[in-house]
């Protein structure tokens, strides 16, 4: 006797649950590293100093998504999607302002040098100790010319008073640092097609380090990327849609991946179920061609008996036993099934009987009846 049967498959929502948390924590793990690197590239550089405020949040970032990867991957991932957008923004923002203001900076470290070698009274002590406090190199750039003419009334005698002195410097940093701030807007917008080139850039090296089975479905991934390359480059896509489309790109690689992982936890525990009811299990076989994607599993016995089990990406289960004498056929097969549910928690649902002959046929048995035309 052969028979041949259909069936969807899925593992036990706990261990579907697993692969799934396993592959986000390992996503995230990899975007924490590449965020990590830069944050200690961009603060060895000593742009910190440029954006201290923009750094001290990504430090706090970086922290909660170490914290929340054991815990809650899938916060971690959220909030590393968050970093991966304003890094992009901050580094372009940090180097454009260390080449603009650098000169800024060394004017105000000579500037508190010469201060301090020349301090001529109680109030001129005084303006440079709230020079001191101003230590961002884009505030000193719009205060420094500001600041300088205190400093000449002072020296000429046009201020005399504390009180005086304190809320015209108020006013300078507090000016400045609004210019600043406008500044840095005008800085970020202006590199956004720059960030958002960085942004496919690294989603494409991801992609190409990861290993998909479903060749399809890779060359798709790769098919939007260029998509998304040739609307920046001319100009028929902003950044905003372009980092929300990688962001889909992201999931979407990993939905396949954990998919492609479930199918593999699947075969693996359909060759064990094999070789326990005394088949030798050839190497499964990843079937790609003409848009067919599963796993071949064929499978024998000294005396004839043969097993073909096909696996797809779409839950589904395509298996043949022939060669049988009888109805043991049917024993082999329910064995099987139950083995494969209650040994392998491998849930198996929607039977469909494809084929069914009561005579002993020698059938191809590397070949089904089932779903290898089917894309997957």
């Known amino acids: 006797m052969s028979s041949s049967y259909e069936y969807s498959y899925a593992l036990e929502e706990a261990s579907r649950r697993q692969i799934y948390i396993n592959r986000i924590a390992a996503t995230t793990e990899q975007f924490y590293r590449r965020y990590e690197q830069q944050y200690r590239d961009m603060k060895n550089r000593g742009l910190a100093a440029y954006i201290p405020s923009e750094m001290s949040r990504l430090e706090s970032d970086l922290t909660r998504i170490r914290s929340l990867l054991t815990s809650a991957p899938e916060e971690a991932r959220d ?17 454009g302002a260390r080449e603009q203001f650098d000169r800024a900076e060394r004017m105000r470290v000579e500037t508190l040098r010469a201060e301090k070698e020349h301090q001529q009274n109680e109030l001129m002590g005084e ?25 000449n009334d002072i020296e000429s005698g046009k201020l005399t008073n504390s009180s005086e002195l304190r ?31 960085q942004a496919v850039f690294e989603a494409e090296e991801r992609l190409k380090a990861e290993r998909i089975e479903n060749q399809e479905k890779a060359q798709e991934f790769f098919d939007r990327i260029s998509k998304l390359k040739s609307g920046i480059e001319t100009g028929t896509i902003d ?3 372009v980092e929300k489309q990688v962001i889909e790109i992201e999931n979407e690689v990993d939905e396949t991946l954990i998919s492609e992982e479930t199918r593999r936890e699947t075969v693996i525990a359909i ?27 064929v499978a024998r016995q000294p005396s004839g008996k043969r097993a073909v089990c096909n696996v797809d990406l ?63």
């Not at 800085?187 to 080139?197: H, L, T, W």
């Open 79 to 95: 909030v590393s999607y968050e970093v991966g957008a304003y890094i992009r923004r901050m580094s372009s923002l940090a180097y």
């Open 127 to 151: 303006y440079f100790n709230i020079l001191q406090t101003i230590t961002n190199p884009i505030v000193v750039n719009f205060s420094i010319s500001e600041m300088q003419q205190i400093r």
């Open 239 to 241: 950044a905003d849609t």
């Open 167 to 197: 809320r015209r410097s108020t006013a300078v940093i507090s000016e400045a640092e609004r210019k600043g701030a406008e500044w840095k807007e005008g800085a970020v917008q202006k590199n956004r097609q720059k960030d958002a080139v």
């Open 271 to 297: 060759v064990k179920q094999l070789q326990k009811q005394e088949f030798t299990v050839e190497k499964p076989q990843l079937i790609q061609t003409d848009g067919k994607n599963y796993v071949k599993i």
């Open 314 to 376: 779409r839950g589904k289960i395509a298996y043949k036993f022939d060669n049988y004498e009888g109805m043991t056929c049917l024993k082999d097969i329910e064995k099987f099934n139950v083995d494969l549910e209650q040994v392998y928690s491998v849930k198996l649902s929607d039977e469909r009987v494809l084929w069914q002959n009561p005579d002993r046929l020698s059938m191809d048995a590397n070949s089904l009846p089932t779903n290898e035309g089917r894309k997957a």
